[in-house]
Nanobody
Framework: QVQLVESGGGLVQAGGSLRLSCAAS????????MAWFRQAAGKEREFVAA????????DYIDSVLGRFTISRDRAKNTVYLQMNSLKPEDTAVYYC?????????????????WGQGTQVTVSS
């Protein structure tokens, strides 16, 4: 059973930056596809970005392209989401997810493990 623990959320002004981290408890993490989703109040959970097991391939929703970067450190069992030029509409709870297959889709139902979430609030 893989446990995922997110950190790095907080309150930031529009235009600012945050880096989210997701630490996995299991060494098999290195073979998993990873992703970040977010859920704003009153809205459905939304795909943000995904990265394959090697870190060589990534996918982003259009609204974060050029502003967010997903990366992973397999030696540290950690995946990151660097968020720059933040906007108020980025405000949400951000969740880390893992899939035993080497690469995940944009569907949240396709993931095997989830973290507890970390709040990101962007003020205008």
């Amino acid at each position: 059973q893989v446990q995922l623990v997110e950190s790095g959320g907080g309150l930031v002004q529009a235009g600012g930056s945050l880096r989210l981290s997701c630490a996995a408890s299991d060494r098999t993490f290195s073979s998993y596809g990873m992703a970040w989703f977010r859920q704003a109040a009153g809205k459905e959970r939304e795909f943000v970005a995904a990265i394959n097991w090697s870190g060589g391939s990534a996918d982003y929703i259009d609204s974060v392209l050029g502003r967010f970067t997903i990366s992973r450190d397999r030696a540290k069992n950690t995946v990151y989401l660097q968020m720059n030029s933040l906007k108020p509409e980025d405000t949400a709870v951000y969740y880390c997810a893992a899939v035993r297959a080497g690469y995940g889709s944009r569907r949240y139902a396709g993931y095997d493990y989830w973290g507890q979430g970390t709040q990101v609030t962007v003020s205008s």
